[in-house]
């Protein structure tokens, strides 16, 4: 059991010091690779995860070709390859570009954009989010100013019901009934609300104040930057697009704290069409998955490590959703494997501590109430947000707590005994409070 303690702060380190700012943005992208034991790795930005079924073949010829074979999915719907050659970088390249991944060498590490996997399709939420997806991205990919994000900086793009607004990106747009957009400029509640049409130029706006107000911090994210700084952006932002002849006005929303991922199943669509939504046990799909998958549709990879396939007609609906059951993706609920998550670990980093996805998977039992996310490290890479059991590896053993927002309780550290770590785990993902 786990014993009671007051509240802590939950701290997080830097994944793997490759984005601390003293050390210079050596987050990985498609054209710079990163060593890691297990290989060089790859990260593809795809923003709001969408992949037409050419660019999910050549993803996957990719990983056959030069890599280990498997697509790791990431916590921002992007997509990792391992095991490269550490000389196969103009391939890769090639390769990417031939499919319309690489729609701008210089901005290609900056084009993270998470999105509502579900908008458009089943007619909640109250905006269809994919012209902004389209627009942001082609003015991301415009724009000189913008080379100088991090390979962290996140753009949210939320269609009204919440889902990726809990995810606390840099900058989120979130639609409105009224026909408008609320821009979101950090995790703060103040937000302004613009057209909608207007929002990825909204957007796109702030990541530039962003800039000019991180120019002497050495802040990488908003959330990094000093406190009187942050506080002043929603209003310079405001400013600079009256100044563009763009209306604004101030506003406040609460964000939500819970980060909800579409449900696994058939999902209908207003248009007689299905899409299904299957979750990807540790996020990690092999060869003859991944062909399963990028044959039968579009692709919208999801910020929970899921695939969202669009277009289904009615009459092959059951049968391919049986299909990726037998493949072993997540497809209904009560799965063991539901709300498990678990970083790279042992043997592909080395700062990990141990191989916990082999662990997460020797402790999978009954669904809990609770995700649980297994890390390596203190880094905790790849961590979901709002509410989840967090188990990390340390010299002592396998410190288990109860995180919710910033806080983490209930702590308390097992031995390396896999049935007490076990009963532990599934102790804590039951556990109400």
């Given at each position: 059991m786990l014993a009671a303690m007051s509240a802590s702060p939950l701290t997080t380190s830097p994944a793997g010091g490759a984005c601390a700012r003293s050390s210079g943005d050596a987050c990985p992208g498609a054209l710079r690779l990163h060593r890691a034991d297990d290989g060089a790795l790859a990260r593809i930005?795809?923003?709001?995860?969408?992949?037409?079924?050419?660019?999910?073949?050549?993803?996957?010829?990719?990983?056959?070709?030069?890599?280990?074979?498997?697509?790791?999915?990431?916590?921002?719907?992007?997509?990792?390859?391992?095991?490269?050659?550490?000389?196969?970088?103009?391939?890769?390249?090639?390769?990417?570009?031939?499919?319309?991944?690489?729609?701008?060498?210089?901005?290609?590490?900056?084009?993270?954009?998470?999105?509502?996997?579900?908008?458009?399709?089943?007619?909640?939420?109250?905006?269809?989010?994919?012209?902004?997806?389209?627009?942001?991205?082609?003015?991301?990919?415009?724009?000189?100013?913008?080379?100088?994000?991090?390979?962290?900086?996140?753009?949210?793009?939320?269609?009204?019901r919440g889902d990726v607004d809990a995810l606390g990106a840099d900058l989120t747009?979130?639609?409105?009934?009224?026909?408008?957009?609320?821009?979101?400029?950090?995790?703060?509640?103040?937000?302004?609300r613009v057209h909608a049409t207007d929002g990825p130029r909204a957007a796109l706006s702030a990541a530039d104040a962003f800039l000019d107000a991180a120019r002497d911090t050495g802040a990488w994210r908003v959330k990094d930057l000093p406190a009187d700084a942050a506080a002043a952006l929603p209003a310079e932002v405001g400013r600079?697009?009256?100044?563009?002849?763009?209306?604004?006005?101030?506003?406040?929303?609460?964000?939500?704290?819970?980060?909800?991922?579409?449900a696994p199943g058939p999902v209908q669509g207003t248009h007689g069409e299905y899409a299904l939504s299957v979750g990807v046990p540790l996020g990690r799909l092999d060869p003859a998955q991944w062909?399963?998958?990028?044959?039968?549709?579009?692709?919208?990879?999801?910020?929970?490590?899921?695939?969202?396939?669009?277009?289904?007609?009615?009459?092959?609906?059951?049968?391919?959703l049986d299909r990726l059951a037998e493949a072993g993706l997540i497809t209904g609920p009560g799965s063991p494997w539901a709300g498990v998550g678990a970083c790279i670990g042992r043997p592909g980093c080395a700062k990990s501590l141990a191989d916990v996805r082999a662990e997460a998977g020797a402790a999978v039992g009954p669904a809990g109430r609770l995700p649980v996310y297994w890390s390596g490290c203190e880094r905790r890479?790849?961590?979901?947000?709002?509410?989840?059991?967090?188990?990390?590896?340390t010299p002592d053993g396998h410190r288990i707590s109860h995180v919710r927002g910033d806080l983490a309780t209930g702590t308390a550290t097992v031995r390396d005994d896999p049935v007490a770590l076990a009963a532990a785990v599934a102790a804590a993902r039951g556990a109400r409070t």
């Open positions: 930005r795809i923003p709001g995860g969408v992949l037409t079924p050419r660019q999910a073949e050549a993803l996957g010829r990719a990983a056959e070709r030069l890599g280990d074979g498997e697509l790791h999915l990431t916590s921002r719907g992007n997509v990792q390859l391992r095991g490269l050659a550490p000389d196969c970088g103009t391939e890769l390249a090639s390769l990417l570009d031939e499919a319309g991944l690489l729609p701008s060498a210089r901005h290609e590490r900056v084009r993270n954009v998470v999105a509502s996997p579900l908008s458009g399709l089943d007619g909640l939420g109250a905006a269809d989010i994919r012209p902004w997806l389209t627009g942001l991205d082609r003015l991301l990919c415009g724009s000189d100013s913008a080379t100088a994000l991090s390979g962290r900086f996140l753009f949210a793009l939320d269609d009204g747009l979130i639609g409105h009934g009224d026909g408008g957009a609320l821009l979101r400029i950090g995790d703060g509640d103040a937000v302004l600079r697009l009256r100044q563009a002849g763009v209306a604004v006005a101030p506003d406040r929303l609460h964000r939500p704290l819970e980060a909800r991922p579409p062909r399963l998958l990028s044959g039968a549709g579009e692709l919208r990879l999801t910020p929970w490590r899921g695939v969202v396939v669009t277009g289904i007609g009615p009459a092959r609906a059951g049968s391919l890479c790849g961590h979901p947000h709002g509410e989840w059991i967090d188990v990390v590896a």
